[in-house]
């Protein structure tokens, strides 16, 4: 009788162990989940912050060199902006060399060479803003033919103007 107790208690304590194991896996399950959940969480965060937008990687790894097409209006808007606002720097010795120096440089057909005082001192006393419409439009002189913007219609007035200051400014 007695070893039939012990039998039924060992059953039943061999049950509640059972039972507890049972729920002991469960819930270790439960809690490795709970707990997996919290690295994936933590292993996107870091991911994100490493690679992420904020993290200057996009900025470290784009192309050097990239072309700015203008795709982007707000990006364009700001370039012409800057591009209406700024002063443009006319380099006049530049188109001088370019333009000019062919009959200026060492007085063509009758152009007043660049540097010849002289050549240059009556047509300085007409005053800079005859010299400018004359060089703009062009003039048929005394001495000979001066094409209009120097025979290149793609200057502007104020590159001329650039032009002629630079001229005078080498013969006075
Ligand atoms: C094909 C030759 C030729 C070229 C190129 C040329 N010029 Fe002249 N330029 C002349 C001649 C010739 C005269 C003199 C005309 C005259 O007074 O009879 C002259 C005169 C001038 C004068 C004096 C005008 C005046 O009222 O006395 C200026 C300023 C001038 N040129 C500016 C320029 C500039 C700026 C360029 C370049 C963008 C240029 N020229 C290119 C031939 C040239």
Redesign the pocket.
């Known amino acids: 009788m007695s070893s039939m107790l012990s039998d039924k208690a060992l059953i039943r304590t061999a049950s509640w162990g059972g039972i507890g194991g049972i729920v002991l896996t469960l819930f270790l399950i439960l809690l490795g989940n709970i707990y997996a959940g919290d690295v994936n969480e933590r292993q996107r965060a870091d991911r994100n912050a490493r690679y992420g937008t904020d993290s200057g990687t996009v900025d470290r790894v784009k192309a050097v060199g990239q072309i700015n097409l203008a795709s982007s209006t707000a990006a364009s808007n700001a370039t012409t902006q800057v591009a209406a606002t700024a002063t443009p720097i006319i380099d006049g010795e530049k ?2 060399n370019g ?2 120096v ?3 440089g060492a007085g ?5 060479r660049v540097g010849d005082k002289d050549a240059w001192a009556e ?1 300085i006393d ?1 005053g800079v803003t ?2 400018y419409a ?2 703009i439009n062009g ?9 209009a ?4 219609p793609a ?1 502007s007035d104020d590159q ?1 103007k650039a ?2 200051d630079y ?1 005078i400014a080498q013969s006075n």
Do not use: D
Request: charged fraction near 10%; hydrophobic fraction near 40%.
């Open positions: 188109i001088y333009s000019c062919a009959c200026h063509v057909a009758g152009a007043p047509r007409k005859t010299l004359n060089a003039l048929q002189g005394s001495s000979g033919v001066m094409p913007k120097g025979g290149n200057l001329m032009v002629v001229m």
